[in-house]
Antibody, heavy 123, light 113 residues
Framework: QVQLVESGGGVVQPGGSLRLSCAAS????????MHWVRQAPGKGLEWVAF????????YYTDSVKGRFTISRDNSKNTLYLQMNSLRAEDTAVYYC????????????????WGKGTTVTVSS | DIVMTQSPDSLAVSLGERATINCKSS????????????LAWYQQKPGQPPKLLIY???TRESGVPDRFSGSGSGTDFTLTISSLQAEDVAVYSC?????????FGQGTKLEIK
Protein backbone atom coordinates (compact mmCIF):
# COMPACT_ATOMS: atom_id res chain seq x y z
CA GLN A 1 0.00 0.00 0.00
CA VAL A 2 1.01 3.60 -0.48
CA GLN A 3 2.94 4.72 2.57
CA LEU A 4 5.12 7.55 3.84
CA VAL A 5 7.12 7.16 7.04
CA GLU A 6 8.91 10.12 8.58
CA SER A 7 11.82 9.94 11.01
CA GLY A 8 14.51 12.15 12.48
CA GLY A 9 12.51 14.39 14.76
CA GLY A 10 13.57 15.19 18.30
CA VAL A 11 14.44 17.88 20.80
CA VAL A 12 17.06 20.41 19.75
CA GLN A 13 18.33 23.66 21.18
CA PRO A 14 17.72 26.97 19.40
CA GLY A 15 20.30 27.41 16.66
CA GLY A 16 20.70 23.66 16.26
CA SER A 17 20.11 21.38 13.31
CA LEU A 18 18.06 18.30 12.45
CA ARG A 19 17.62 16.21 9.34
CA LEU A 20 14.23 14.68 8.71
CA SER A 21 13.73 11.72 6.42
CA CYS A 22 10.63 10.34 4.75
CA ALA A 23 10.65 6.82 3.32
CA ALA A 24 8.15 6.26 0.55
CA SER A 25 6.71 2.96 -0.63
CA UNK A 26 3.84 1.62 -2.70
CA UNK A 27 4.08 4.16 -5.52
CA UNK A 28 6.55 5.37 -8.14
CA UNK A 29 8.32 7.95 -6.00
CA UNK A 30 10.22 9.58 -8.86
CA UNK A 31 6.94 10.42 -10.63
CA UNK A 32 5.60 12.71 -7.93
CA UNK A 33 6.55 16.05 -6.50
CA MET A 34 6.77 15.93 -2.72
CA HIS A 35 6.05 18.37 0.07
CA TRP A 36 6.82 19.01 3.71
CA VAL A 37 3.96 20.46 5.76
CA ARG A 38 4.12 21.29 9.46
CA GLN A 39 1.66 21.82 12.27
CA ALA A 40 2.62 23.71 15.41
CA PRO A 41 0.97 22.56 18.65
CA GLY A 42 -2.71 23.46 18.61
CA LYS A 43 -2.34 25.32 15.31
CA GLY A 44 -3.31 24.86 11.69
CA LEU A 45 -1.34 23.35 8.84
CA GLU A 46 1.53 25.27 7.25
CA TRP A 47 3.15 24.27 3.96
CA VAL A 48 6.94 24.33 4.29
CA ALA A 49 8.64 23.17 1.10
CA PHE A 50 8.22 21.46 -2.27
CA UNK A 51 10.58 19.56 -4.56
CA UNK A 52 10.09 18.51 -8.15
CA UNK A 53 10.43 14.94 -9.38
CA UNK A 54 14.15 15.14 -10.06
CA UNK A 55 15.02 17.76 -7.46
CA UNK A 56 15.53 20.40 -10.13
CA UNK A 57 13.19 22.90 -8.51
CA UNK A 58 12.57 23.61 -4.87
CA TYR A 59 10.33 26.15 -3.19
CA TYR A 60 10.08 27.21 0.42
CA THR A 61 7.81 29.24 2.61
CA ASP A 62 9.43 32.56 3.46
CA SER A 63 10.00 31.79 7.14
CA VAL A 64 12.37 28.88 6.39
CA LYS A 65 14.22 30.21 3.32
CA GLY A 66 17.96 30.08 3.84
CA ARG A 67 17.62 27.76 6.86
CA PHE A 68 15.86 24.64 5.52
CA THR A 69 16.81 22.53 2.50
CA ILE A 70 14.54 19.97 0.88
CA SER A 71 16.10 17.15 -1.11
CA ARG A 72 15.31 13.69 -2.39
CA ASP A 73 17.06 10.49 -3.37
CA ASN A 74 14.92 8.72 -5.96
CA SER A 75 17.19 5.65 -5.86
CA LYS A 76 16.26 5.24 -2.19
CA ASN A 77 12.65 6.49 -2.46
CA THR A 78 13.42 8.97 0.28
CA LEU A 79 12.64 12.63 0.89
CA TYR A 80 14.69 14.80 3.25
CA LEU A 81 14.44 18.09 5.08
CA GLN A 82 17.66 19.55 6.45
CA MET A 83 16.78 22.11 9.11
CA ASN A 84 19.46 24.51 10.33
CA SER A 85 19.41 27.54 12.65
CA LEU A 86 16.28 26.18 14.29
CA ARG A 87 14.04 28.53 16.23
CA ALA A 88 11.37 28.00 18.86
CA GLU A 89 8.73 28.81 16.25
CA ASP A 90 9.85 25.81 14.19
CA THR A 91 8.45 23.52 16.90
CA ALA A 92 5.84 21.38 15.16
CA VAL A 93 4.86 18.02 13.80
CA TYR A 94 6.43 17.73 10.36
CA TYR A 95 4.57 15.74 7.73
CA CYS A 96 5.84 14.64 4.37
CA UNK A 97 3.12 14.48 1.75
CA UNK A 98 2.75 13.34 -1.82
CA UNK A 99 1.25 15.60 -4.47
CA UNK A 100 -1.97 14.23 -5.91
CA UNK A 101 -1.02 14.65 -9.56
CA UNK A 102 1.52 12.45 -11.32
CA UNK A 103 4.27 13.70 -13.62
CA UNK A 104 4.20 15.92 -15.65
CA UNK A 105 1.51 17.63 -13.58
CA UNK A 106 1.57 18.90 -10.02
CA UNK A 107 -0.87 21.06 -8.16
CA UNK A 108 0.28 21.54 -4.57
CA UNK A 109 -2.46 19.53 -2.93
CA UNK A 110 -1.66 16.29 -1.19
CA UNK A 111 -3.36 12.92 -1.23
CA UNK A 112 -1.00 10.83 0.91
CA TRP A 113 0.49 11.94 4.21
CA GLY A 114 2.88 10.33 6.64
CA LYS A 115 2.07 10.11 10.34
CA GLY A 116 4.52 12.90 11.06
CA THR A 117 7.63 13.40 13.17
CA THR A 118 7.81 15.85 16.07
CA VAL A 119 10.44 18.58 16.23
CA THR A 120 10.81 20.50 19.48
CA VAL A 121 13.14 23.48 19.64
CA SER A 122 13.80 24.39 23.24
CA SER A 123 16.66 25.25 25.55
CA ASP B 1 0.01 35.12 0.16
CA ILE B 2 -3.64 34.13 -0.10
CA VAL B 3 -5.29 34.11 3.31
CA MET B 4 -7.86 31.39 3.94
CA THR B 5 -10.47 32.08 6.62
CA GLN B 6 -12.85 29.42 7.86
CA SER B 7 -16.07 29.82 9.78
CA PRO B 8 -17.06 28.85 12.33
CA ASP B 9 -13.99 27.93 14.38
CA SER B 10 -16.01 25.17 16.03
CA LEU B 11 -19.33 23.53 15.39
CA ALA B 12 -21.54 21.08 17.28
CA VAL B 13 -24.11 19.13 15.28
CA SER B 14 -26.47 16.32 16.24
CA LEU B 15 -25.97 12.87 14.76
CA GLY B 16 -27.81 12.56 11.46
CA GLU B 17 -28.02 16.31 10.98
CA ARG B 18 -26.28 18.47 8.37
CA ALA B 19 -22.96 20.15 9.10
CA THR B 20 -21.77 23.12 7.05
CA ILE B 21 -18.29 24.64 7.13
CA ASN B 22 -17.35 27.76 5.23
CA CYS B 23 -14.05 28.85 3.75
CA LYS B 24 -13.23 32.23 2.27
CA SER B 25 -10.09 33.14 0.34
CA SER B 26 -8.59 36.63 0.19
CA UNK B 27 -8.24 36.29 -3.58
CA UNK B 28 -10.08 34.25 -6.16
CA UNK B 29 -8.73 30.72 -6.55
CA UNK B 30 -10.59 30.14 -9.81
CA UNK B 31 -8.54 29.57 -12.94
CA UNK B 32 -10.05 30.33 -16.31
CA UNK B 33 -7.31 28.28 -17.97
CA UNK B 34 -8.89 25.02 -16.80
CA UNK B 35 -12.20 26.38 -15.44
CA UNK B 36 -11.48 24.98 -12.00
CA UNK B 37 -11.28 26.24 -8.46
CA UNK B 38 -7.95 25.38 -6.82
CA LEU B 39 -9.45 24.46 -3.45
CA ALA B 40 -9.11 21.31 -1.34
CA TRP B 41 -10.64 20.11 1.93
CA TYR B 42 -8.96 17.88 4.51
CA GLN B 43 -10.18 15.99 7.56
CA GLN B 44 -7.87 15.52 10.53
CA LYS B 45 -8.78 13.30 13.45
CA PRO B 46 -6.90 13.64 16.77
CA GLY B 47 -3.39 12.25 16.58
CA GLN B 48 -3.69 11.51 12.87
CA PRO B 49 -2.37 13.19 9.72
CA PRO B 50 -4.73 15.09 7.43
CA LYS B 51 -6.82 13.12 4.98
CA LEU B 52 -7.76 14.55 1.59
CA LEU B 53 -11.54 14.70 1.21
CA ILE B 54 -12.27 17.06 -1.68
CA TYR B 55 -10.20 18.71 -4.42
CA UNK B 56 -11.03 21.09 -7.27
CA UNK B 57 -13.59 22.42 -4.75
CA UNK B 58 -16.11 19.67 -5.41
CA THR B 59 -14.39 16.44 -6.52
CA ARG B 60 -14.54 13.76 -3.87
CA GLU B 61 -11.38 11.76 -3.27
CA SER B 62 -11.68 8.04 -3.89
CA GLY B 63 -13.16 6.23 -0.90
CA VAL B 64 -14.66 9.33 0.70
CA PRO B 65 -18.33 8.76 1.63
CA ASP B 66 -20.85 10.62 -0.51
CA ARG B 67 -22.26 12.40 2.53
CA PHE B 68 -19.26 14.75 2.10
CA SER B 69 -19.65 17.38 -0.60
CA GLY B 70 -17.89 20.57 -1.59
CA SER B 71 -19.27 23.61 -3.35
CA GLY B 72 -18.50 27.22 -4.16
CA SER B 73 -16.42 29.22 -6.57
CA GLY B 74 -14.07 32.17 -6.68
CA THR B 75 -13.54 33.15 -3.05
CA ASP B 76 -16.36 31.41 -1.16
CA PHE B 77 -16.54 27.69 -0.54
CA THR B 78 -18.50 25.25 1.60
CA LEU B 79 -17.94 21.75 2.90
CA THR B 80 -21.17 19.97 3.73
CA ILE B 81 -21.68 16.72 5.61
CA SER B 82 -25.23 15.75 4.81
CA SER B 83 -25.85 13.40 7.74
CA LEU B 84 -23.30 13.56 10.52
CA GLN B 85 -21.86 10.28 11.74
CA ALA B 86 -19.90 9.74 14.95
CA GLU B 87 -16.72 9.02 12.97
CA ASP B 88 -16.88 12.48 11.36
CA VAL B 89 -15.70 14.17 14.57
CA ALA B 90 -12.52 15.91 13.42
CA VAL B 91 -10.94 19.19 12.43
CA TYR B 92 -11.66 20.22 8.84
CA SER B 93 -9.32 22.50 6.90
CA CYS B 94 -9.53 24.11 3.51
CA UNK B 95 -6.45 24.75 1.36
CA UNK B 96 -5.88 26.83 -1.73
CA UNK B 97 -3.37 25.69 -4.33
CA UNK B 98 -3.96 28.48 -6.80
CA UNK B 99 -0.72 30.26 -5.97
CA UNK B 100 2.52 29.61 -4.12
CA UNK B 101 2.74 29.25 -1.21
CA UNK B 102 -0.28 26.99 -0.83
CA UNK B 103 -2.14 28.10 2.29
CA PHE B 104 -4.57 26.49 4.70
CA GLY B 105 -7.46 27.76 6.71
CA GLN B 106 -7.15 27.75 10.50
CA GLY B 107 -9.39 24.70 10.80
CA THR B 108 -12.93 24.07 12.05
CA LYS B 109 -13.46 21.66 14.91
CA LEU B 110 -16.58 19.54 14.41
CA GLU B 111 -18.16 17.87 17.43
CA ILE B 112 -21.31 15.95 18.23
CA LYS B 113 -24.07 17.89 20.00
Amino acid sequence: QVQLVESGGGVVQPGGSLRLSCAASGFTFRSYVMHWVRQAPGKGLEWVAFIRYDGSNKYYTDSVKGRFTISRDNSKNTLYLQMNSLRAEDTAVYYCAKDKAARPHYYYYMDVWGKGTTVTVSS
Amino acid sequence: DIVMTQSPDSLAVSLGERATINCKSSQSVFSSSNNKNFLAWYQQKPGQPPKLLIYWASTRESGVPDRFSGSGSGTDFTLTISSLQAEDVAVYSCQQYSSTPPTFGQGTKLEIK
